[in-house]
């Protein structure tokens, strides 16, 4: 992928980080962009000085516009986007707040939509458009009930984007992993067993890691891909086989 241009939303930490080592690692020019730019200024640091930061906010539309424009005008345009922003609450359907719901649909959905709309709008034909959603998008989780709206909201917007783009030979997939060790991840895999549940019900017996995720992300954005249009790729260790840990009686035994 040498001299392609690529933009990693949500690239200061995480998966999205190691998706932006993976891109840089194959030649790509990658803009780390991230809400926390100190964050992503560290991670295009350590990628060497022809990378870039940025900061953007998804839910705020503007941000997302400056930030594409900027790289197309000085880069000369734009061939890969990932988004990887994302965020997670818990509450039962009956107890949760509309403002927490309304917070996680504007980051994980919302937000999404935002980023494919510009991407769509000035990524070069023959372009490739990531989304990441989640296990989540099939696999409903008692007290998860906006993330889990949000994230299957996700995965068919990205096949009706893919619809949409293919006349222009863009590219747009999904990757939706299952447990992965991430910041957004740490609070959750705190509590006393929900962490031994998730693997219990992963066949293959391991979380997953951000480098998992980025070197599906690496072949998805490549060439060899290139027949690849319009799929939510699990990736999961098989947990979407099993059923997803119970989250609530976890955090009843540890709290009460």
């Known amino acids: 992928m040498d001299e392609r241009v690529a933009v990693v939303v949500g690239g200061g930490s995480g ?8 891109l840089a690692a194959d030649g790509c020019r990658v803009t780390v962009a991230d809400r926390d730019e100190p964050k992503a200024r560290d991670v295009a640091a350590g990628l060497g000085g022809r990378h870039a930061a940025a900061a953007v906010e998804v839910t705020d539309e503007a941000t997302v516009e400056a930030l594409l424009d900027g790289v ?3 880069e000369g345009g734009l061939d890969v986007v990932v988004n990887c922003a994302g965020v997670s609450t818990i509450g039962l359907v009956t107890d949760l707040d509309v403002a927490e719901f309304r917070r996680v649909v504007d980051v994980d959905l919302t937000g999404g939509f935002v ?3 510009h991407a769509g709008r000035r990524i070069r034909d023959g372009g490739v458009i990531v989304t990441l959603t989640s296990l989540n998008a099939r696999q409903p989780a008692a007290g998860m009930s906006a993330y889990c709206a949000a994230k299957a909201g996700l995965a068919m917007l990205v ?13 747009v997939n999904a990757i939706s992993p299952g447990l992965v060790e991430t910041p957004l991840t740490a609070p959750a895999l705190e509590i006393p067993g929900i962490t031994e549940d998730y693997l219990e019900n992963t066949p293959l017996g391991r979380a997953g890691t951000p480098q998992d995720v980025a070197a599906l992300a690496r072949f998805v954005c490549s060439g060899e891909a290139s027949w690849l249009t319009g799929e939510v790729l699990d990736l999961n260790g098989g947990a979407h086989l099993r059923r ?10 540890a709290f009460g």
């Open 159 to 171: 096949q009706v984007a893919a619809l949409e783009l293919a006349a222009r030979g863009v590219r």
């Open 72 to 74: 197309t005008a000085r």
């Open 115 to 117: 980023v494919l709309k």
């Open 244 to 253: 997803y840990p119970d989250l609530l009686g976890h955090i009843a035994k």
């Open 15 to 22: 998966i999205g980080a190691a998706i932006a080592g993976a």
